[in-house]
């Protein structure tokens, strides 16, 4: 159980004021919280580098902005105000996003985003969002790629090389266009965790259970609440649960949705994702308290999972290979750290354009680009406590 003598009193506000809605409990003990002599900058910080801040504004508005500085309160606001102006352009190419696939025939699914912002806090101002998230079916990816393509969307690739490398070995890529000096960014996904090796299936029972659901006053499909929580979760568990924001969005699920947690106990017992999802379930409770499942009690964290306020910058390397903390069966655990030495990434593609007939020579050059990278860092890291042991 979390007390406020586990954190300091900025890091204890900004926990109970950046959920989508504070108890009175929560209230009374921001109100005390208030009352101290607190660091402004250093909650603006953590509110902005988390993207918390429309909540924290919005609950503060709840407090009528009791002791709030007024350099503080401006920023703020004007933070907010772009925001909204930012999210109300996303739902605009959202809506022409699921239109051009919809008409074409393509299943689609918004994920996250403003999408999650209007269905879970009834408000596409209190979400920060910096792009858009849509999935669909994997056999339909490549469909759904040339139709973005033709809406002004562009990528960073040109060769069916890497076309198909990317659906083999990851879950989604990123396109960009630019509209009128706003660039919009569109995450395209067709399957979670680390890539469909890893899947298990996971993507087919997950559009077994969609439903249709307007999005915006456009048709489209929504996850089931036991998907929603398991695609969050495993969004989460991607980022080392370092982002409140991800966090506030699955605890609200948590306390709001009517999940069948024993269905979620069956699917992640079949797919060998139990440790990703009690881990999930774990650090909400542990920042924001929220309500376990029976299926899932409380264990104490692993030291290798450092959770707000902790910063966890862990090196390039230690940082691909984190996955391997949580694939349950070891053929997994091989899989994946064979694919992160040996499958190219479009970064060796931008380090050394080969000509089509040599692209399979991308595969030695991974490993190779990866001994060079991790060596110098090793050397420089080698040279940091030499100067150290010498002062």
Not at 169 to 182: K, N, P, Q, V, W
């Amino acid at each position: 159980m979390r007390t406020q003598e586990s954190y300091a009193p900025e890091n204890e506000l900004l926990l109970l004021l950046v959920r989508g809605r504070c108890t009175p409990e929560s209230q009374e003990q921001a109100r005390l919280l208030l009352g101290q002599q607190l660091s402004w900058p250093y909650i603006l910080r953590q509110a902005q580098t988390h993207e918390v801040f429309p909540l924290l504004y919005r609950n503060l508005q709840t407090l009528d902005l009791l002791g709030i500085p007024n350099m503080v309160r401006a920023e703020l606001e004007t933070a907010c105000r772009m925001t909204a102006l930012g999210n109300a352009l996303l739902v605009r190419e959202l809506q022409q996003v699921l239109r051009l696939l919809g008409d074409a025939g393509v299943p689609v699914m918004p994920l996250k985003g403003v999408a999650l912002a209007d269905s879970l806090y009834d408000d596409i101002t209190l979400r920060v969002c910096g792009d858009s998230d849509i999935l669909v079916p994997h056999a339909m990816v490549t469909q759904a790629f040339h139709l973005l393509l033709g809406r002004g969307y562009t990528a960073e690739f040109t060769e069916q090389f890497f076309a198909d490398l990317l659906l083999s070995s990851t879950i989604e890529y990123t396109l960009a266009r630019e509209g009128r000096g706003f660039c919009y960014l569109l995450d395209l996904h067709w399957g979670m965790l680390w890539g469909p090796r890893w899947d298990g299936g996971a993507a087919e029972d997950l559009w077994a259970e969609a439903r249709p659901h307007g999005c915006f006053g456009v048709p489209a499909y929504t996850l089931s609440p036991e998907w929603e929580f398991l695609f969050l979760a495993t969004h989460a568990a991607r980022h080392r649960w370092q982002g409140l924001k991800w966090l506030v969005d699955i605890h609200e699920v948590c306390c709001q949705r009517q999940i069948d947690w024993e269905n979620v106990q069956e699917k992640t017992e079949r797919l060998g994702w139990e440790e990703v999802v009690r881990l999930t379930l774990s650090a909400c409770h542990t920042l924001f308290e929220t309500p376990l499942p029976a299926q899932f009690p409380l264990r104490g964290l692993p030291p290798w999972l450092q959770l707000f306020p902790h910063d966890l910058s862990l090196r390039s390397w230690q940082h691909a290979f984190f996955p391997l903390y949580l694939l349950k069966r070891p053929s997994d655990r091989l899989r994946y750290a064979l694919s992160v030495l040996f499958v190219p990434t479009l970064d060796e593609r931008q380090l050394l354009r080969l000509p089509c007939p040599f692209l399979p020579l991308y595969y030695p050059l991974r490993p190779l680009r990866l001994g060079c990278r991790w060596a110098w860092r090793l050397l420089l890291a080698g040279l940091q406590r030499l100067r150290i042991a010498r002062h």
